[in-house]
């Protein structure tokens, strides 16, 4: 029998699977609230008999990532982590300590398809996706390690979110239940490069997440150049779609824009983007590029970035810059895990 991962499952689905194995529904209850503590396996749930225990362990997959490194940041506190998957597989996650409380950052997939030429989780491409569970055991394991609470999310760690729809909605809706760690919809945020069909899909679901659209660049040829995605859904489509996600879920879109030396941060490309955001709802967050050695581009330098701002702002358009955190660790997602395989397998 080809075992089913445990975590993946909702309250109600577990309450009935539960009722189809004989057992009592309030048992599903139990083990829930076990599974969304970060047990790491079927013996730690004290309070279910063993006959049972045994019958769960032969029916379903307890995933528990194991922590191959952890970052520490000196600076700030940020934990970075490199996790081991049942399969072998490693994803990175990232804690961050803000004023308003603990945010922990996912990865959504293994590796990425989407092929950025600034980012380093896109380099291998795709492996595959992540489970509900899988996503959802990044913050569990991380609250675990810290012994503190987690309450923002954001999937902003490696993957497109919005290629692995299914399994990122039902994380949404699993990371949110009541008997688990109950953090709403408010307190989460969603990074996508612009999969504008998905956002349109998700725009129906009418959720209060937070939607972030990796920008980069205002124009057409400036966007594609860096972002191969841009060919297939380019700028007007994807701002009609942001649009209609905030006329059906009243949520304003924050607008991610990655500060590159040269190709995104010229004057005129801040008049631009002013031009293309003015009147909607949006914030831009100017982001220094980190360093991908792979990459050949570089970040622009503090001046450039200020003198960015300042047109935008003029031209009627809020943007702030974001706060480097963990700037003693490697950085942004996909580089601990590069890293980790170039140094397993000589490829770096
Ligand atoms: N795939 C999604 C979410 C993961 S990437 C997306 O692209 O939005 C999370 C964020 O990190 C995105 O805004 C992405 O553009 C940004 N990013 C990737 N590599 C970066 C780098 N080297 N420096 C700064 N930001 C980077
Ligand atoms: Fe994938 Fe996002 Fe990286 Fe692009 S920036 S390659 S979409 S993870």
Known sequence: MIKTEIKCRTLSELKDELQNMGEKPFRAQQIFGWLHQGVQSFDEMTNISKQLRAKLAERYLLTAPKILRKQVSRVDGTVKYLWELYDGNCIESVFMRYHHGNSACVSSQVGCRMGCKFCASGIGGLVRCLSAGEILDQVLFMQKDTGERISNIVLMGTGEPLDNYDNVLRFIRLVGAEEGLHIGQRHISLSTSGLAEQIDRLAQEKLQITLSISLHAPDNASRSAIMPVNRSFPIERLIQSCQNYFDMTGRRISYEYTMIDGVSDRPWQAKKLAEL???????????????????????SSKEQVAAFQNILEKNGVTATVRRTLGPDIDASCGQLRRRHIGETFGKE
């Open 277 to 299: 955001l003015r009147g909607r709802p949006a914030h831009v967050n100017l982001i220094p590029l980190n360093h991908v050695t792979e990459s050949g581009l570089h970040s």
